[in-house]
């Protein structure tokens, strides 16, 4: 803002690249899960769904926020696919933009969704190869240091300036809290956003049934295996 002063196009700016780079992304990891087609259609429907249309219009950084998560997720899958250390530390970056926008969440979502996936095995010339081996210690070590060297400067002089108000701000009210206590007064239900979901897929919100049953009759059937095509040539991403 200092840069380019206050007003309604710099508020929701943000919030509107950041839902161009959404359906980038999606398109990306269409492409590297499925095919160039799969990709395509991803994208296509990512950006004329509802709720993303009004979340880079109400200039939110939960649209931000969705995009470094996405970002991140696409390049650990490529990460502990084809044993690219570079996407590691992509994911790493961007993990660490992500916990600048919404905190801790944005490396947690990630690492949990991405950790049974990193546990599974493939056969790699007639033995059995886990996932999580292909990350090598010094790309560990690169990574921690590439996500606090990004998160840590912002979050320390907050804490030195604010103190335990803003630690419990950031770890209690919006982290914990939103999972486990009224936040902004919007008090709800578990099942809360259920209803949400059809409604903000509109207008595809009928292809969620089809969609789900898909994915789980893939699932089963590649046993354990995760969605990625395994014919993918592995060089393209080393």
Request: neutral net charge.
């Amino acid at each position: 803002s200092w840069l380019i002063g206050w007003s309604e196009t710099t508020v929701r700016a943000g919030a509107a690249l950041s839902y161009i780079g959404v359906v980038l992304v999606t398109v990306l990891l269409g492409r590297t899960l499925f095919s160039e087609r799969a990709g395509l259609w991803a994208g296509f429907i990512t950006a004329t769904t509802l709720q993303l249309i009004i979340s880079a219009h109400v200039g939110v950084y939960d649209t931000l926020l969705l995009l470094l998560t996405l970002l991140a997720l696409w390049a650990l899958y490529a990460g502990f696919s084809f044993g690219s250390q570079r996407h590691f530390l992509i994911a790493a970056a961007a993990m660490g933009l992500g916990a600048l926008a919404k905190g801790p969440v944005a490396f947690v979502y990630p690492l949990l969704i991405m950790l049974p996936f990193a546990m599974m095995h493939d056969d790699v010339n007639g033995r059995k190869e886990t996932r999580i081996t292909r990350i090598h210690g010094t790309t560990i070590v690169w990574g921690i240091v590439i996500f606090f060297a990004i998160a840590a400067p912002w979050f320390l002089s907050q804490a030195l300036v604010h103190g335990d108000k803003f630690i419990a701000y950031l770890l209690g009210y919006q982290s914990f809290g939103r999972y486990f206590d009224v936040v902004e007064n919007q008090t709800g239900a578990w099942w809360y956003y259920l209803p949400l979901i059809p409604v903000g897929f509109i207008p595809w919100t009928g292809t969620l049934v089809g969609g789900l049953a898909t994915l789980v009759s893939i699932i089963r059937t590649r046993q354990g295996q995760f969605l990625g095509d395994p014919d993918v040539d592995a060089e393209s991403f080393a």
